[in-house]
């Protein structure tokens, strides 16, 4: 099959199917992880795939036919052997026997649970029965952009029949569901011999006799609706109606983005935190720049998998691509647009809704274009707002293809709205899982790339956060993002090598956490080094070095946030790593102890300054952290070492017994501390200590 294809993936390798030969339900997982890994050709967690097995049945000991199937809420592209449902076929047919008609179909979904053979399954589908109704062995069921282009045309159905000359059939518009089953039966035994059936505005049906058989009947479909919407692009020429408004350059889209994200991410905030996503890909300027981009978004998307993810439809900023966005004027606009959205969800809301109906949900915009420069997608966490911000660009690639070969159309606002606040959507939404106590929060942490920067930066991780690292180790930082990134997902983790003594990398830094999240909510200030020599040693360039690092650098960052989070008015927290030094006095130690005593007290200016910002600033003073830290290797450990009279490799010991609890301390226990000031429980307290040292009773603040 090599070459056969433009505009999908062939990705079949026949050897490694072979190995699964004999095991269908293998073939299936491996037919639909190579499916799921193409974007054109399924959203994530959309579509659905099939298989049908005769096994013995346990209770019997004879031959009964079985049907593999995703399972709810799967993803194709990850989809295992758990996330599949298994269910006697027989069982399922003879659901039709209780099944009273469309007014009542969705109490047929809480039966399929009654068909389940394999009891350890993934809870079923809404697919089921569409897929149980087709007598044949191997389904899949897409939502390729090429073929719902063609769907959401307004005379899909005559396209579907003229292109693929009768061997594709047409199901009207029709909510997932049992009757949706039947309705698929019906079409083929109204055309038998036809390869698949287009359902209108949401997908194609495809199948075969094998799993081989199944996966290149797919691919070819979809080729053939691409390459018929790529000829019908280039006939008609202007895409979108042609360029309305020019795009600025690269460079100057992302720094307009990293400046406007953190408002927009304030604004959108009012209801629950969000994170944001910026994509200026190709298709999305193309859209976003055209003159038919004011038709086109307000009619809202087509396919429900699209709109379940993006909302109705998203908001266009009105806005200049090079208007100045430090204006305040322009932040009371902005404030009227998100407002404005609201209203128009709210009435939508309004209108369509049951008596039955759940309670509205949020009404901010999820998708937000802003013409030249791209798209911001906002939801709770980052894998949540770049999943959103792919499945608009699938709906552009939609309406781009339906606009070429027809009309783009969508589904009635009731309609959508019957998808959208749908018994069993919601019933997912409450089985989701409790957010963790970071969840929808971004923090930058300085020095992460090792000691307690990076115990700090982990423990938001595990606790739901999405993290900026930055650090002047590039080797080190390189480590611990590549660490991270395999640990907590790619999405949720950045790096910017920074020298916390240098503005201009500074301002890079927080420019990426804007870019890439949307802004910031907390700065833990960790980057730090110590020197320790006798006062008569200590160098002008040593004191310069450590007033610089300690307390020019937490002046510098801290500054740099606050620009930021007063952007998005949603507080923030400031927490300074600072030292029992700075309230013990000890040997050897006048440049370290005193820069260190300098930085508490900044911290409570800092506290005394930002309150009425909603800025909490907290203090964390460690002692003898010396696990994984730079601090400890060289001079320091040797200064502190001769300044107690013991050896390097006595430290930790000595350390220990002069401490109350007679306890080591770790990394972790400074991030611990530092999840505290941040995990909910303390959003009331600022220009505090907390001391992490074992108890020394002269560190003590009162």
């Known amino acids: ?9 062939d990705v079949w390798d026949d050897h490694r199917a072979a190995a699964l030969e004999g095991d269908e339900v293998a073939l299936l997982l491996y037919r639909s992880n190579l499916l799921g890994s193409d974007l ?6 959309g579509g659905n795939t099939s298989c049908k097995v005769v096994t ?23 989809l295992s052997k758990t996330g599949l449902s298994a269910l006697y076929l027989n069982r399922l047919h003879a659901l039709k026997q209780v099944y009273e008609g469309i007014a009542t179909e969705d109490k047929m979904v809480p039966l399929f ?34 073929a719902i282009a063609i769907a959401a045309a307004k005379d899909g159905k005559r396209i579907t029949q003229q292109l693929f000359k009768g061997t594709i059939g047409w199901v009207d518009w029709q909510r997932p569901g049992f009757d949706l089953g039947l309705q698929l039966r019906k079409c083929l035994e109204d055309s038998p011999g036809i390869r698949g059936i287009m359902l209108g505005s949401h997908g194609l049906f495809t199948w075969g006799d094998t799993s081989r058989a199944c996966y290149y009947n797919s691919l070819e479909v979809i080729e053939t609706c691409a390459q018929f919407l790529e ?20 460079e100057q889209r992302r720094e307009r983005a990293a400046q406007l994200g953190p408002v927009l991410r304030g604004l959108v905030s009012a209801t629950q935190p969000m994170v944001a996503h910026f994509s200026d890909d190709e298709c999305v300027l193309e859209f976003v720049c055209s003159n038919d981009l004011k038709r086109l978004a307000p009619i809202g998307t087509s396919c429900p998998d699209h709109f379940l993810r993006t909302k109705i439809r998203p908001l266009i900023l009105d806005l200049e691509p090079l208007a100045d966005l430090n204006d305040s004027s322009l932040h009371t606009r902005l404030h009227q647009q998100v407002a404005d959205y609201r209203t128009m969800y709210e009435s939508y809301y309004t ?28 939801a709770k966490d980052k894998s949540t707002a770049r999943i959103a911000s792919e499945f608009y660009t699938n709906a552009i690639n939609v309406m781009r293809g339906a606009e070429a070969v027809s009309a783009y159309t969508s589904l009635p606002p009731q309609e959508a709205f019957d998808i959208e606040y749908w018994f069993l959507e919601e019933a997912k939404l409450q089985r989701l899982p409790k957010p963790k106590p970071l969840t929808g929060k971004v923090a930058w942490v300085t020095g992460s790339a090792g000691g307690i920067g990076k115990a700090v930066a982990k423990k938001f991780l595990q606790e739901g956060a999405c993290v900026l690292l930055s650090d002047l180790d590039a080797d080190r930082l390189k480590k611990t993002y590549d660490e991270f990134s395999i640990q907590y997902g790619k999405d949720y983790v950045r790096s910017a090598k920074m020298d916390v003594t240098q503005s201009a990398q500074i301002e890079h830094a927080i420019s990426e956490a804007s870019l890439s999240f949307g802004g910031c909510d907390i700065v833990v200030n960790s980057a730090g080094l110590s020197i320790s020599k006798p006062i008569e040693e200590h160098t002008e360039a040593d004191w310069d070095l450590l007033y610089d690092v300690l307390v020019k650098g937490q002046f510098l960052v801290t500054r740099s946030a606050l620009t930021v989070m007063r952007k998005q008015s949603l507080g923030g927290d400031i927490i300074n790593i600072v030292s029992k030094n700075a309230l013990v006095s000890g040997p050897n130690n006048a440049g370290y102890g005193s820069a260190k005593a300098a930085q508490l ?12 910002d909603g800025i909490r600033v907290n203090t964390v003073n460690p002692d003898a952290v010396i696990a994984n830290s730079k601090i400890w290797e060289g001079d320091w450990a040797k200064g502190r070492a001769a300044a107690y009279g013991v050896s390097v ?25 530092c999840f505290a000031y941040v995990g909910g429980l303390l959003s009331k307290s600022t220009g505090n200590v907390i001391n992490v040292d074992g108890g020394i009773s002269t560190s003590f603040v009162r």
């Open 40 to 45: 054109r050709i399924t959203n994530y967690g």
């Open 601 to 612: 007290h900044l911290s409570r200016l800092n506290a005394a300054e930002l309150g009425k």
């Open 56 to 78: 013995d049945d346990p209770l019997t000991g004879k031959p009964t036919d079985v049907m593999w199937i995703k399972g709810s809420g799967g993803d194709l592209g990850s």
């Open 113 to 146: 649970n009654h068909c389940l053979f394999d009891l350890d399954s993934k809870a079923p589908s809404i697919d089921t029965p569409l897929h149980a109704f087709l007598p044949f062995k191997h389904i899949d069921h897409l939502h390729p952009d090429a």
């Open 1 to 9: 099959m090599a070459g056969k294809f433009e505009y999908v993936n």
């Open 649 to 673: 490799e006595e430290l930790p010991a000595y350390y220990a017994k002069r401490t109350l609890l007679n306890q080591v301390i770790l990394p972790e226990d400074i991030a611990n501390a």
């Open 351 to 378: 209108d369509c809704r049951r008596p039955n109906s759940p309670s509205m949900r949020d009404a901010n915009p999820v998708v937000i274009l802003y013409p030249g420069i791209g798209m911001f997608t906002f």
């Open 231 to 250: 000829s019908a692009s280039k006939t008609k020429g202007n895409v979108f109606g042609g360029i309305n408004v020019p795009s600025l350059n690269p």
